[in-house]
Each structure stands twice: as structure tokens, then as C-alpha cells.
């Protein structure tokens, strides 16, 4: 039997966590069934719970062998992807840089907490660019050296190991988020979010966002 894969998201124009997983299955070509939950409201935990144990999108149910099984976080639903999924190199197949990429991935994941409480994720809006504090300051400024460093060594292919990996997915949100806030960035940087951007599947993505936020803004 099939595997069948189920990812349950969060409203597409909020959830950073949500884009991670859903754009990397999306770019790999792997088949899964969206389930979105809207965020922001009475009976979102309650939604959630039912699909998720930690109360928390994305989670990504698996079935087809008679046992579904669930796994949440974005990060763990990657690599169990790559795992599951290797040729779609979901990681680079050279093992330095499969190294690399994982460290960049993880530290998005489990970082950078004064940029995402800042520079909240909002894809249909425009923001003037707030008053930016030394810490977010410090954050932009890695998120950029991280981008500059991994761009000057893998140059073909035009993202951060060449093709699209899991470590484009997890700064995908951020790629948004400096486009919502007019982030002033070096000309490497720019046009690395502008590459991102212009994926068929961040199109998509950002289509369903504005449409949400167009349904929210007419009650």
C-alpha cells in the first residue's frame, strides 16, 4: 500500500513553522494531503490536539501500511522526510556540506528569537521597518552572514547548497518576513529572497496568505 502523508498547517499568512515542511514537500514533489487549521481562535488548540500531541502545527501524519503514525515539529518532519525520501536530496549529498546545512537549519530553528518577535511573520502586509533593537540587529546581521557564506561557496543552482534543501525551507519564513519589513539587505542577500520568492510554491504559498487576510479584513 501507498504511503499517505497528511500535514496539518497553520493560516498560511502566520504560521512560519507550517511553510518549513510544506514548502520542502512541495519543492521535492512528495504527495501529501493539507489539512489547515486556522490559528487565532477559540478552537484552534482543541483542533490541533486532536492531530498533533504536542498542540502545535505542523505535524505530519503518515499512513498507508495499516499504522498511522504522527510526527510533529518542523525540523523532525524534514529530516524524516529526507530519510524516507532520498532522492529527492532533500539534504546536499556531499557530506560536508550536508554538515553545513543541518547546522544552519538548527540554529534557525532554535534561534533568532528577537527577529521573530519583532518582525512577526505577516505575508500579506506591508510594514514600515520598525526601530530595531541591537539584538535584532545582531539577528539580521547572522541570518546574512549565514546566507553571504553559504551563496559565495555554492554558487550554481542559486540557493544556499546549490539546490533547494531543507536549510532554504527553514529561512524561507525570514526571506518574508525582511520582504514585509523592508529589511534593507546587501545585493547577495536581496536577490537570494527575491529567488525564493519567486518559487512556484512560495507563490502558491503567499497566494493562500493575502486570500486569508483578504476573507479575515471582510469578517
Same mark, same amino acid.
Given at each position: 500500500m501507498a504511503t499517505r502523508y497528511t500535514l496539518f498547517i497553520g493560516s498560511k499568512n502566520w504560521s512560519s513553522w507550517s511553510l518549513r515542511p510544506w514548502l520542502a514537500m512541495k519543492i521535492a514533489h512528495i504527495p501529501f494531503e493539507e489539512v489547515l487549521v486556522p490559528l487565532r481562535t477559540p478552537e484552534t488548540k482543541a483542533r490541533v490536539l486532536v492531530n498533533s500531541p504536542s498542540g502545535k502545527v505542523p505535524a505530519?501524519?503518515?499512513?498507508?501500511?495499516?499504522?498511522?503514525?504522527?510526527?510533529?515539529?518542523?525540523?523532525?518532519?524534514?529530516?524524516?522526510? &529526507? *530519510?524516507? $525520501?532520498?532522492?529527492?536530496?532533500?539534504?546536499? #549529498?556531499?557530506?560536508?556540506?550536508?554538515?553545513? @546545512? !543541518?547546522?544552519?537549519? &538548527? *540554529?534557525? $530553528?532554535?534561534?533568532?528569537?528577537?527577529?521573530? #518577535?519583532?518582525?512577526?511573520?505577516?505575508?500579506? @502586509? !506591508?510594514?514600515p521597518t520598525p526601530a530595531l533593537t541591537d539584538a535584532v540587529q545582531a539577528d539580521i546581521a547572522r541570518v546574512i552572514a549565514i546566507w553571504t557564506s553559504a551563496l559565495a561557496r555554492n554558487k550554481h543552482g542559486g540557493f544556499l547548497f546549490g539546490q533547494f534543501t531543507i536549510a532554504d525551507a527553514f529561512y524561507a519564513p525570514v526571506v518574508t518576513r525582511f520582504e514585509t519589513y523592508g529589511v534593507h539587505l546587501p545585493a547577495p542577500a536581496q536577490a537570494y529572497t527575491q529567488r525564493v520568492l519567486a518559487l512556484a510554491a512560495m507563490r502558491e504559498w503567499q497566494a493562500a496568505a493575502k486570500a486569508e487576510a483578504e476573507q479575515s479584513a471582510a469578517g
Amino acid at each position: 500500500m501507498a504511503t499517505r502523508y497528511t500535514l496539518f498547517i497553520g493560516s498560511k499568512n502566520w504560521s512560519s513553522w507550517s511553510l518549513r515542511p510544506w514548502l520542502a514537500m512541495k519543492i521535492a514533489h512528495i504527495p501529501f494531503e493539507e489539512v489547515l487549521v486556522p490559528l487565532r481562535t477559540p478552537e484552534t488548540k482543541a483542533r490541533v490536539l486532536v492531530n498533533s500531541p504536542s498542540g502545535k502545527v505542523p505535524a505530519l501524519r503518515i499512513g498507508g501500511d495499516g499504522v498511522a503514525r504522527v510526527v510533529w515539529d518542523s525540523l523532525a518532519i524534514c529530516e524524516t522526510l &529526507a *530519510e524516507r $525520501h532520498a532522492e529527492a536530496s532533500l539534504w546536499p #549529498k556531499d557530506a560536508g556540506l550536508r554538515e553545513e @546545512a !543541518r547546522s544552519v537549519a &538548527a *540554529e534557525m $530553528h532554535s534561534g533568532f528569537a528577537e527577529l521573530r #518577535k519583532v518582525l512577526p511573520m505577516d505575508i500579506a @502586509a !506591508r510594514h514600515p521597518t520598525p526601530a530595531l533593537t541591537d539584538a535584532v540587529q545582531a539577528d539580521i546581521a547572522r541570518v546574512i552572514a549565514i546566507w553571504t557564506s553559504a551563496l559565495a561557496r555554492n554558487k550554481h543552482g542559486g540557493f544556499l547548497f546549490g539546490q533547494f534543501t531543507i536549510a532554504d525551507a527553514f529561512y524561507a519564513p525570514v526571506v518574508t518576513r525582511f520582504e514585509t519589513y523592508g529589511v534593507h539587505l546587501p545585493a547577495p542577500a536581496q536577490a537570494y529572497t527575491q529567488r525564493v520568492l519567486a518559487l512556484a510554491a512560495m507563490r502558491e504559498w503567499q497566494a493562500a496568505a493575502k486570500a486569508e487576510a483578504e476573507q479575515s479584513a471582510a469578517g
